[in-house]
């Protein structure tokens, strides 16, 4: 029942959400970001503790705090633009700019499907609108939301836009399936892996990191294509693709530490956008490390 309740809160939050102009969706997201920030206290630690791991002293105190409460800020944003994809519908034409179209183009062009990679940075949800605005086939791999009433209302709005979920718990099979059918699979790659992944360093120091891209990649000779939507202003993004990470004459680890140099370099541009308060570093038994 509480799952149930919590379900109607968040649909009736999202029809008044949807009432508003971007502009103002912005400062609301920014304004419960910052409330944010001083009540969860063991996130904004976790944040901290982060930004002192990659950064150390070559920021400031008040400049690492200021980066810690504008990703909170990001936060709360993407989760309100989740909220109003319906609304972002009727107006997205004019409100995405793709940089460097042209090379997912080409890609598909091979005939052996596209792997996008992407993370937490800026507005995630929201590279949903490349299927929509380029009317191509594309899948994201998901978590579960454990409120099943909010994960059916989330996957929900995410196929508006043309784009379709698979649950990560059943997602190999699926994924080998739409690349095969040279389509496109979105996948992150920015979390902790656990004893699945490969122990790569990311920002100087070591993690564990999802290896499924590079193993895909090898099996299938599907490429890999980062990709980005930063967020330019309220309600306006731009969604950028890079060159595709090479994978020739590369193993597992060898590409996997390419992927993640590559966020490394997104991240410094744009690290208010990133997803901070994440436990990216954990320590791991050397004996389970790959």
């Not at 090379?103 to 929201?126: D, N, P, Q, T």
């Not at 299927?131 to 508006?160: E, F, G, Q, T």
Request: contains cysteine.
């Amino acid at each position: 029942m509480s799952h149930y309740w919590v379900s109607i809160a968040v649909e009736l939050l999202s029809r008044v959400l949807m009432l508003l102009p971007f502009s103002v969706l912005h400062r609301l997201a920014h304004f419960a970001g910052d409330i944010a920030y001083w009540v969860m206290v063991s996130r904004r630690k976790i944040v901290l503790d982060n930004l002192q791991k990659v950064y150390g002293d070559s920021l400031t105190n008040r400049q690492k705090r200021q980066i810690a409460r504008r990703s909170f800020q990001n936060m709360i944003l993407s989760l309100v633009e989740l909220f109003v994809i319906p609304k972002m519908l009727k107006e997205a034409s004019s409100r995405f700019r793709f940089v460097n179209f042209p090379v997912l183009e080409e890609e598909f062009r091979r005939g052996k499907g596209v792997l996008l990679v992407i993370s937490h940075l800026g507005s995630w949800e929201y590279l949903a609108f490349l299927p929509y605005l380029k009317k191509m086939k594309w899948s994201v791999v998901v978590r579960d939301i454990k409120n099943p009433h909010v994960d059916r209302a989330v996957n929900r709005l995410r196929r508006m836009t043309q784009l379709q979920p698979i649950p990560r718990k059943a997602s190999a099979k699926r994924i080998v399936r739409e690349l095969k059918h040279n389509h496109g699979v979105a996948v992150l790659i920015d979390q902790w892996a656990g004893p699945e992944g490969v122990w790569q360093e990311f920002f100087g120091h070591e993690t564990s990191t999802t290896s499924i891209p590079a193993r895909l990649a090898l099996k299938l000779g599907c490429s890999l294509v980062p990709a980005y939507c930063i967020r330019t202003g309220p309600g306006f993004y731009t969604i950028e693709f890079q060159t595709p990470v090479s994978v020739e004459s590369k193993g597992e680890t060898e590409i996997t530490r390419a992927i993640n140099a590559l966020l490394e370099m997104q991240i410094r541009k744009y690290p208010d956008q990133w997803l901070w308060m994440h436990r990216r570093w954990k320590a791991m038994p050397s004996v389970i490390r790959k």
